[in-house]
């Protein structure tokens, strides 16, 4: 289950961001703080999404 939610919310992130996304930014937000709950996880992705799109 997690590993297919990343992937979701990597090509989620890919797609939104394009030549700006920076996978080890991902990564860093993914791991960052270690073990949360998926929907926890997907609401910080699409904040870093959002504020990488506004930048």
Known sequence: ???LK???L???AKRQLASRF???AFHDLVL???ALP???LES?????VA???AA
């Open 6 to 8: 990343i992937r979701e």
């Open 44 to 48: 910080r992705v699409r904040g870093w």
């Open 10 to 12: 990597r090509t989620f």
């Open 32 to 34: 960052g703080e270690g």
């Open 38 to 40: 998926l929907d926890v």
């Open 1 to 3: 289950m997690g590993q």
């Open 22 to 24: 920076d996978v080890r």
């Open 51 to 53: 504020a990488q799109s």
